[in-house]
């Protein structure tokens, strides 16, 4: 679909929790890493799909800062997907009006990993659709990078619209549904702040079983939620 076809749509702002990729493997007989090789060609898929359907901001549950706790296998096999993907995101950024923003505390990654990251960052910001990746990233050490952040600042006195400007989604839109594949009832960490009105969807699909039309049909389920964002 032509980037001018695309017409508004009802989510601003969707994110996925994308789990399941180990079971996935696991139930193919195959290594948890394979998972994550198929896991990413979904991402890939998905982030394609959201931008067809005119959705402002996608985000995207890479890596949390607690997944550090696998084996060195799992965790370098994540790293060398991640980089081999860096490597191609300015095709993805040019053929879908892709602007990359990764939330996360950079700087455990290589040099040559956060320097990519950055120049990414830099070359897509004037694009459309936002793809925010969240790499290293933990909710609850958002919120003390961005209070952290504002004390620099030499602010004494925050309040939450301060505490919204200074999260890694600055750019995004307010937050209108997570989505979680893999079964589990939770959040994990992601996005704690953004969460508080957010809608959320839960589907016992593993990651790498999710198809483009999923999302279409999860945009449609969103469209009959009665948001009262505290009012009747
Ligand atoms: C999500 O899939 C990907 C990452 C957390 C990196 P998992 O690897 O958690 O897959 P399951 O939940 O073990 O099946
Ligand atoms: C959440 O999945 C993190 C990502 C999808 C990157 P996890 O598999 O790490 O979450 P838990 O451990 O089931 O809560
Ligand atoms: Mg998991």
């Given at each position: 679909m032509a980037v001018e076809e695309r017409t508004e749509c009802p989510i601003a702002h969707i994110a996925f929790i994308m789990d399941g990729n180990g079971r996935w493997a696991k139930k193919r007989g195959m290594p948890r890493e394979f998972g994550h090789r198929q896991g990413a060609e979904v991402f890939r898929k998905i982030l394609r799909r959201c931008c067809e359907l005119g959705i402002c901001a996608s985000t995207y549950y890479v890596f949390s800062t607690e997944n550090w706790k696998r084996p060195k296998k799992e965790v370098d096999a994540i790293m060398e997907l991640l980089e081999r993907y860096l490597d191609e995101c300015e095709r993805e950024m040019e053929k879908n009006d892709v602007r990359f923003v990764f939330l996360g505390d950079k700087s455990v990654f290589s040099e040559t990993v956060q320097k990519k990251m950055l120049h990414i960052e830099d070359v897509s910001k004037k694009n459309r659709y936002i793809a925010n990746l969240a790499l290293n990233y933990g909710g609850r050490s958002e919120i003390c990078m961005a209070v952290n952040k504002l004390i620099d600042e030499g602010k004494t006195n925050i309040c939450e619209d301060d505490i919204t400007g200074a999260l890694y989604t600055e750019?995004?839109?307010?937050?209108?549904?997570?989505?979680?594949?893999?079964?589990?009832?939770?959040i994990s960490n992601f996005l704690l702040w953004q969460a508080a009105y957010a809608e959320f969807y839960f589907t016992d699909k593993l990651?790498?079983?999710?198809?483009?039309?999923?999302?279409?049909?999860?945009?449609?389920?969103?469209?009959?939620?009665?948001?009262?964002?505290?009012?009747v």
């Open positions: 750019a995004s839109p307010p937050l209108d549904l997570i989505v979680r594949t893999g079964g589990d009832l939770r990651w790498p079983d999710l198809v483009p039309t999923d999302v279409d049909m999860i945009v449609e389920n969103f469209t009959t939620r009665n948001r009262r964002f505290g009012g």
